[in-house]
């Protein structure tokens, strides 16, 4: 599926938690797409190595951003709906997924 | 300039501290682009986002990876050559700038 | 109060949703700063950089584990409990406020 | 050895890289101290979780600091004089120790 960002789109059977932040998400990854090209046109360039290190700290921490946009979006949805159909099962294990997800994210 | 990694370049006038390693760090760049176009197209497929957050984690560890990578090589290069010849003023400013660029890798 | 870990407690009228894990928080918390007090030591007696920064390291990575904790039972029972009695207003500032909570995790 | 920050002290035989900031380093330390017994207290009083992630996410801020500044002093001064003194066997050494630390340092 292409998603054209601004145009009205046929909504997915089962929509993702994220589906409202969708074209903002795709924005934003298009964007580090772009800055990793760039990075990569610097070392090329053999641009000097400080510079292309404050490039990448700025693509780390925007990839961050989007991390910290789909776990919002996942709890609020995801998990919630999961803990509410089934909170002992399915609840339990969502919760299971998502400290796994975020131990991940805290690099632990 | 456009490395042709494998191939015998001609070696730049003033080569920078990272010139060594160039194609490890242009191989690794370019696996990272693909890997945020392919987290690009999972968000447009509206795939599990858990799945995704995997994803965003193992590229920003790989861009952490190239950061190392031109640390390590501008200590060993940049800053040492810059101290030795000239132990106060470009040496110093030297350590200032490194010290600025570990304390935005740390994130602080 | 003085929680004796593994001793029964008199529940506090409105415990936490830590309250379960408390002892097991406490329990690396006493750790964590038996670690700290080390690494004093270790700064006073002029023991190698090198050597700190390994402990330093193996702190901040116990406080996270600690952090990591108190966000899972966050998730489960104050936000849930909040969006459960009231998902538009509690809820809703619940959802926020973790995600405050989750950015500054992240170090963003 | 206990050192009395403000007073003139005997310097050791060898000192350490960060000598001339040691007392920078172990007032830093304290107040961490301090702060992660403050965080203990505050999961005895079962206080809010949200308050204790604050404080978690500033002791991590704070802990990393005195890294960096143990980081920046060993760079400056340990590595400098290994690779002063003997290039290849002993620079290499400190060197190859030094990404070992921005590694761990950078949780990669």
Do not use: F
């Not at 780390?60 to 789909?70: C, F, H, I, N, Y």
């Not at 509410?84 to 294990?93: F, I, K, L, N, S």
């Amino acid at each position: 599926m292409t998603t054209v960002c601004g145009e009205v789109s046929t909504p997915a059977e089962t929509p993702r938690g994220y589906a409202d932040h969708k074209c903002g998400h795709l924005i934003r990854l298009h964007k580090i797409e772009g800055q990793v090209r760039g990075v990569t046109r610097m070392v090329d360039d053999e641009r000097y190595c400080i510079d292309i290190l404050t490039q990448i700290a700025a693509i780390t921490r925007a990839l961050q951003e989007v991390a910290l946009g789909l776990l919002d979006d996942h709890i609020r949805h995801c998990v919630h709906e999961a803990v509410h159909a089934d909170p002992t099962v399915a609840g339990e294990a969502k919760y299971a997924e998502l400290t796994t997800a975020l131990r991940r994210a805290l690099r632990l």
